[in-house]
């Protein structure tokens, strides 16, 4: 397959009045939970993989995917898992390394195609960013990240800690949550950050179904937003704007925490450029995020003096977001379990699908058959929420706030210790288990969570055991 160079995602054709009201019959919220709706335990639709995968489940490319293409994967594959090293090297496909970096490869932060680790391993990383009236600016010394690994002959920026305070949540039924807020400071820092720079911690998230989450058309997912709440039920969900980094025109974000990139190229790019300090043709930089300040990283040895130009070309760059596009979403399991139905149940009842909307249907695309019009399960509308105080930041990235973050997609996420080796969710690590996670949920989410908390302790085990089972 010929791998157009920096190509845009394909724009789907016009649907049709009736294949449009086809498309919203199929994706109605259910009113029934006495058996699994049809085509439940293929939340990828086609391109969904069965089986019993074990550590590698977030791993396979999708199931539809030809011969010919699936070599293109595996290419990509080996892009991703790639150890950087510095330069000057003699392997100079592979030179170029930070100068100052967090990791030298994406699977370093990505375990297994998985979410991050915090108890060690590289997936969790610190944003930085000086917050004005007029938007946010990269600190004038750190950059927009902190890297805590540089190569030999730099120091690294900062080494980053972590510590944690406890409170204790009272639940119906006599039980206690204990949920943790994160500390964190920066030890053996090369200066002092900005007055008015905020830290936001980012731990790696899964990689599954990204593909598919562009596929959505973007008219489906605006019509979700209600940034004004006009129907009066508390949830108001907006778009985040970014710029394309191809195009340069403004666009719909749908990618990281905060709906921060346009699609898995500007997605795969960014990462190259903050985590790895690898240079590409949309984000040219060969020193990666080092500030005017950092005169010694900036002046240190690069990779792009070759015919590759940047440190990573275009078809290369091209191929890792190919492979990140198709890694194919897991089987649901159990679907038909009657603890995961009356869980189902009451995920409906507590109003979760305002946000975590569970059913879409891809656009229709000539260049992307393993994404091309496929009934989804992704549990997400893509689009920023208020958390509310426990969860800010401070950080505001495009229009989103330092209180917004898009609504996480919950397919395969009851695999995350399985695939990652520890369960950690919300955005930086803090969580330990999926009711501490409902539990952290405020601002539009306020009445969701307190609604959990009022559960009876056999509707709360039911509802862990449904998002489990996605």
């Known amino acids: 397959m010929a791998l157009a160079l920096l190509a845009p995602v394909a724009e789907g054709q016009t649907r049709s009045e009736s294949e449009r009201r086809r498309i919203e019959a199929v994706t109605a919220p259910t009113t029934g939970f006495t058996a699994a709706e049809p085509f439940e335990q293929l939340p990828g639709g086609a391109a969904t993989v069965s089986g019993d995968l074990g550590r590698d489940a977030f791993s396979r490319p999708s199931a539809n995917m030809s011969f010919e293409r699936e070599l293109d994967f595996h290419l990509g594959q080996a892009l991703f898992d790639k150890l950087w090293v510095a330069s000057p090297a003699s392997t100079k496909a592979s030179d170029g390394l930070g100068p100052l970096y967090n990791a030298r490869s994406c699977q370093a932060c990505h375990i297994r195609d998985g979410r991050g680790q915090v108890s060690g391993g590289s997936g969790l990383v610190l944003r930085v960013g000086r917050v004005r009236d007029d938007g946010v600016l990269p600190d004038q010394l750190f950059g927009l990240q902190i890297q805590d690994s540089a190569v030999p002959g730099l120091r690294p920026e900062a080494r980053v800690a972590v510590s944690y305070t406890e409170t204790e949540v009272a639940l119906n039924g006599g039980e206690v949550a204990v949920l943790r807020k994160p500390r964190y400071r920066l030890d053996a820092a090369q200066g002092a950050l900005h007055s008015q720079s905020a830290l936001s911690p980012r731990l790696a998230p899964q990689m599954i179904g990204l593909g598919l989450l562009e596929a959505i058309p973007e008219a ?186 898009r609504t996480a997609p919950l397919w395969g996420i009851g695999l995350t210790e399985q695939v990652s080796g520890e369960a950690r969710f919300l955005h930086d690590g803090r969580v330990r288990s999926l009711l501490e996670a409902v539990l952290w949920h405020g601002g539009e989410a306020a009445a969701q969570r307190d609604r959990v908390i009022d559960l009876t302790p056999e509707d709360r085990a039911a509802l862990i055991r449904f998002l489990e089972s996605l």
């Open 220 to 405: 489906e997912i605006l019509a979700y937003a209600d940034p004004d709440d006009r129907d009066g039920d508390g949830i108001s969900g907006r778009p985040n704007r970014v710029r394309d980094l191809g195009t340069g025109q403004e666009a719909l974000g749908r990618f990281g925490w905060k709906a921060g990139a346009a699609s898995v190229l500007d997605q795969t790019a960014a990462a190259f450029a903050s985590d790895i300090g690898i240079s590409s043709p949309l984000l040219p930089a060969p020193w990666g995020d080092c500030t005017e300040l950092q005169v010694e990283c900036r002046a240190a040895p690069h990779g792009d003096g070759d015919p590759r130009g940047a440190e990573i070309d275009g078809p290369a760059l091209e191929l890792t977001a190919f492979y990140s596009r198709n890694l194919a979403v897991p089987a649901r399991r159990d679907v038909d379990d009657p603890e995961v139905l009356r869980g189902k149940r009451v995920f409906y009842s507590i109003g979760c699908p305002a946000c975590h909307v569970p059913k879409h249907v891809t656009a229709r695309l000539t260049d992307q058959p393993e994404q091309s019009f496929q009934l989804i399960w992704p549990y997400t509308d893509l689009l920023l929420h208020d958390m509310g105080d426990g969860l800010a930041d401070g950080l505001p990235h495009g229009v989103a706030t330092g209180r917004e973050w």
